[in-house]
């Protein structure tokens, strides 16, 4: 198993232009998870999704959008984008929401807005 | 809201001894789960420990073991016989266990450097 992977690895955009972060698990995971961190900082939770086709808002949506059309696939788009949107993103899935079950990390996309 | 709190920014160890990472928390749940992952300068996340809230044994896992204290909110993490590629970001995590998609929250982190 590959894991969640995750692309592209590192991106510079600049102000206003948009793009899609893409995320890819090959674990059957219902549950799906997009977080940011910035520097110094632990993650922060943009949205998450329980299986295809429902997604809900985490703790710092705004500026992001995301779908989920297949259980492998959690895109993550950012529209508009702005420097306020430099960070390291990571995308996770686990297999159930509560409980014990260890949540899976891609390896992360840096993303720099200038 | 949950919260988790590491107060330690940075700490160092030497090769060989054993060093304590501080975690607090705060919730008003009465199940939940705490972990510890490593963030090493590749930025993979690992996870190094988990202990469920309702089990009073500490959790171990070889070298790294947890000082769970439910009553003081506070969770701990010893690394023993510390290594070289124990250095990393080291994040306390807290994860509820009474709702649908619950997510991980995180402290800050405390970086650990290990000299030989």
């Known amino acids: 198993n590959a894991g969640v992977t995750q692309t592209p690895k590192f991106r510079i955009l600049k102000i206003g232009q948009s793009m899609t972060l893409q995320c890819t698990q090959d674990?059957?995971?219902?549950?799906m998870y997009w977080y940011r961190q910035d520097p110094g900082m632990g993650l922060k939770l943009i949205y998450y999704s329980v299986g295809a086709g429902i997604t809900d808002k985490g703790e710092v949506p705004n500026g992001y959008n995301v779908s989920r059309s297949t259980t492998e696939d959690f895109p993550l788009r950012l529209e508009l984008a702005a420097p306020s949107q430099t960070s390291v993103y990571f995308c996770?899935?686990?297999?159930?929401?509560?409980?014990?079950?260890?949540?899976?990390f891609g390896p992360g996309t840096r993303l720099t807005v200038t | 809201a949950q919260t988790v709190t590491q107060s330690q920014p940075e700490m160092s160890v030497q090769e060989a001894e054993t060093v304590t990472l501080s975690c607090t928390y705060d919730?008003?749940?009465?199940?939940?789960?705490l972990f510890w992952y490593k963030q090493p300068p590749s930025r993979q996340m690992i996870l190094v420990i988990r202990q469920e809230a309702y089990k009073q044994q500490n959790a171990t896992e070889n070298r790294f073991s947890v000082n769970f204290q439910k009553a003081a909110k506070s969770f701990s993490l010893k690394i023993s016989d510390s290594q070289l590629g124990d250095a990393a970001m080291y994040f306390c995590a807290y994860r509820g266990d009474n709702q649908a998609g619950t997510a991980l929250i995180f402290g800050k982190g405390t970086t650990l450097s290990v000299s030989s």
């Open positions: 996770a899935s686990s297999y159930l929401s509560g409980g014990p079950y260890e949540q899976y």
């Open positions: 919730t008003s749940e009465s199940d939940y789960y």
């Open positions: 674990m059957n995971h219902n549950y």
